[in-house]
């Protein structure tokens, strides 16, 4: 899973990648200062790898892993090529969604770009960037297409679906908001145009840490950016990208101690991870044994063959079967012996669909 983040110069969005990557890039109270994009992968939190490698006696816990992007802030008129944010829009394309970072906090020692605290009208600033470059694809898809709209009826089809696109992102409307008809044709040339404005986005308040115990509930600000991201059906998280640039420096017990006295039940990262996985219809399988426990994210809905091939394409071409014992099973069993003996381990088919948490041996053959 691959997340861009992104927001206006000094909301604190490379703060937040700091905080959540611990790769330092830097964050200087000015705009533009990540030149180039940072990229950093962060291990997915999950106690369920540690258990079974204690029950395995394993020699190596993997975890899921996460691919932050922080790209430089970008201003009004960057799809036009202002600030430096054009030829970082590319860069959000190779992303599953944006994390889009919301200033909710006040400071007079940290200037707004644009003078005041108003996040409606910042995440107007970027999503219109956003729809700008959309704009722009489609323009350049509507030239080539147009050519053989007349002669070729799939081209005539096609043209239909662009201009319809394109009149709803000119009413500035998200192209996640666009309703695609029941057709296969029209949904994978949705797909294949990537646009940004399609892109799953999850809102990230960045507040003071004085409004995470009630989770920004007295915040008007990060109230106003619930309201915006209803309307889009997007992710909301509550985040002080300062603190959890403090506490990341902490070991596990530290911290978890540390968010205690704060009341707060979650870090932003972890809030961030449950959001991503929401967004994007994710879930993960374990695989348990003695060289290695590991957890592997799929798709929700993912079949047993295609959850194979996420391991080795191997696996999936020559599947045969799944033996598959759920987590919780597994772990008030004792281990995967006494979970046969209970008969709880399953044989599943290629017909099976993967749920969240299965222990899963797969046997195959090529």
């Not at 509550?238 to 009341?263: N, P, S």
Request: include cysteine; glycine fraction near 8%; hydrophobic fraction near 40%.
């Amino acid at each position: 899973m691959k997340l861009g983040i992104v927001g206006l110069p000094n909301v604190g969005k490379s703060t937040l990648f700091n905080s959540l990557t611990k790769a330092g890039a830097e964050a200087a109270n000015y705009p533009f200062c990540t030149i180039d994009p940072n990229v950093g992968v962060v291990a997915v939190p999950d106690e369920r790898i540690h258990v079974l490698g204690e029950m395995y006696h394993t020699k190596k816990e993997v975890p899921a892993v996460i691919e932050f992007v922080d790209i430089a802030g970008l201003v009004k008129g960057a799809s036009k090529g202002e600030g430096l944010g054009n030829q970082f829009l590319a860069n959000i394309r190779e992303t599953d969604a944006i994390v889009h970072v919301v200033r909710c906090f006040e400071d007079s020692n940290v200037v707004h770009v644009d003078g005041s605290i108003d996040p409606v009208r910042d995440m107007e600033t970027i999503n219109l960037e956003l729809i700008f470059s959309d704009l722009e694809i489609l323009e350049r898809r509507i030239a080539k297409v147009q050519k053989t709209a007349r002669m070729d009826k799939t081209a005539g089809k096609e043209l239909e679906l662009l201009k319809a696109l394109q009149a709803h992102l000119e009413d500035g409307k998200m192209a996640k908001t666009f309703e695609v008809p029941d057709d296969e044709e029209l949904q994978g040339w949705f797909k294949n145009y990537n646009l940004l404005t399609a892109k799953p986005t999850i809102y990230a308040a960045n507040t003071s840490d004085e409004d995470l115990a009630d989770d920004g509930a007295n915040n008007p600000y990060v109230q106003q950016v619930r309201e915006k991201a209803a309307e889009e059906n997007s992710e909301v998280f509550v985040v002080c990208a300062q603190m959890e640039e403090e506490i990341a420096e902490l070991e596990d017990a530290e911290r978890a101690e540390f968010l205690e006295e704060l009341g707060i039940k979650e870090s932003g990262l972890d809030k961030l991870i449950r959001a991503s996985y929401h967004i994007l219809g994710l879930i993960s399988f374990l695989t348990a044994g003695e060289d290695e426990c590991r957890a592997w994210t799929i798709k929700k809905g993912t079949k047993a063959p295609q959850a194979a091939g996420k391991i080795h394409t191997d696996f999936e071409r020559g599947f045969i079967r799944a033996e598959v014992v759920s987590y919780d099973d597994l772990i008030s069993s004792g281990s995967m012996t006494a979970a046969k003996e209970k008969g709880i381990v399953r044989l599943e088919g290629k017909d099976y669909v993967v749920q969240d948490g299965d222990v899963i041996l797969f046997r195959f053959n090529v």
